[in-house]
């Protein structure tokens, strides 16, 4: 699960991490009372007001403005709160923005110069470990450092029996060339930040940029925080935070209906029963020539009702030129399933699209009878390669 900025910043907060501190706004005249408490709290006469999209690259899009008093404070927020937030990470027609975060100013001048780092947590899944990911770099898109100066990112892997040591911390602000009290804020925060990474469950921190402040604090600017689904059930607070109008509105609606989906890039729609399977299909789609729509799993139990749910997931997606099921009948029997294909596809009337069934398993020859013999303009195959190349002749 995706959060925003400023929920992603209140959970790091809430672990001791020091954050540039804002409150989120709905619109114009919210933004100004949200400027004024922060003043009173922070004492800031600056204010940085920020888009709040699952999207970052939100600063060159437009969607991350300093204001330099009240008035510009609403004018700016007036502006990016209904605007269509394009970004290098969003699709081509952007991400409507229905809230801003009023944050306070803190690229103030002072004793010393402001320095920008990048810092991420996440698993190494090659080592099986967490690691700090870091670079002076901060700021900056990481895949271009990656690319460009890849000496300038270093790693911190953690040893999960122990977890993060203080020296390694002490290491990770050493290698940003901090010293003096900067050095010190900086090892706080990285603790910090690896306890906020594991207690709250999170598969991802992208901290970019990590500030030093010109009097030598180290904090969070921006946050992106992906929290693991599959710990929600430890974190009842956390479930609140989902912000469904950031997410693909298929896989909400599939969601809803119990249906594993994750929609894809390409042109034949899937319709699988085990993730397995699901995948291999996949590559079959692939090998034929086509490009899957979706990834589905419909689960055990593939009966009408549920196949005709996941042919309405499937159809709303406009690029899908056809659909391949491919059903194991291991604990479901391939006649069953096929009549609920069949029941489906009469029920929904117009499906426009070419549809290949592959059934195998328990009364896999009377399913394809059943579907043979059933008038409709659906393909069936048994075989893998059978069902290949149905896809590829109606493809072309
Ligand atoms: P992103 O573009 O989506 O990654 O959004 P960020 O939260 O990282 O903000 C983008 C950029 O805005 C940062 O890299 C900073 O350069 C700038 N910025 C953020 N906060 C402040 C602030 O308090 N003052 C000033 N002057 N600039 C800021
Ligand atoms: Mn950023």
């Known amino acids: 699960m995706n959060l925003h ?7 790091l907060s809430s672990f001791g991490v020091r954050i540039q501190r804002g409150i989120v706004a709905q619109n114009a005249s919210e933004a100004v009372t949200a400027a004024k408490q922060l003043t009173n709290e922070t004492g800031t006469s600056w ?36 605007m269509n937030l ?7 027609e952007g991400k409507k923005v229905h809230q801003v975060l009023v944050a306070e100013d803190v690229y103030y001048p002072g004793e010393s110069e402001t320095e920008e780092f990048y810092m991420s947590v996440l698993l190494n899944r090659g080592t099986g470990r967490n690691m700090i990911m870091y670079s002076t770099e901060g700021g900056m898109d990481i895949e271009t450092v990656a690319e460009e100066t890849p000496h300038l990112i270093f790693t911190e892997e953690i040893d999960p029996s122990v977890g993060l040591l203080p020296f390694q911390a002490r290491r990770v602000a050493f ?9 010190k804020e900086m090892t706080k925060f990285v603790m910090a930040l690896y306890t906020a990474y594991v207690k709250s469950d999170s598969s ?19 946050a992106k925080v992906t929290i693991d689904d599959n710990a929600l059930y430890r974190h009842k607070d956390y479930v609140d935070l989902r912000d469904l109008r950031e997410e693909n509105p298929i896989e909400v609606e599939a969601k809803e209906v119990g249906l594993n989906y994750v929609d894809l890039d390409g042109n034949v729609g899937c319709m699988v029963n085990g993730a397995g399977l699901a995948m291999a299909t996949m590559d079959l789609i692939k090998q034929a020539g086509g490009e899957p729509a979706n990834f589905l799993d419909v689960g055990g139990t593939a009966d009408a009702a549920r196949v005709e749910q996941a042919f309405k997931i499937i159809l709303k997606d406009p690029a899908v030129k056809a659909i391949l099921i491919n059903i194991f009948g291991g604990i479901v029997r391939c006649d069953r399933v096929a009549q609920g294909v069949i029941d489906a596809y009469k029920n929904m009337g117009n499906i426009e699209v070419p549809i290949i069934v592959r059934l195998q398993g328990t009364n896999a020859d009377i399913a394809k009878e059943l579907i043979d013999n059933s008038g409709l303009a659906v393909l069936s195959a048994t075989e893998f390669q059978e069902a290949a190349d149905k896809v590829q002749e109606v493809l072309v």
Not at 86 to 92: L, N, R
Not at 175 to 183: R, Y
Request: glycine share 14%.
């Open 5 to 11: 900025e400023y929920q992603g910043k209140e959970i």
């Open 47 to 82: 204010y940085v007001i920020k888009a709040q999209v699952h999207a970052g690259g939100r600063g060159k899009g437009g969607g991350v403005k300093l204001a330099k008093n009240l008035q510009e404070v609403e004018e700016i927020a007036g502006k990016i709160i209904g």
């Open 86 to 92: 394009i970004t290098p990470q969003t699709s081509a």
């Open 175 to 183: 290698n940003l060339g901090l010293s003096g009290m900067a050095f």
């Open 204 to 222: 991802l921190f992208e901290i970019n940029p990590v500030l030093k402040t010109s009097d030598n604090k180290i904090l969070a600017v921006d």
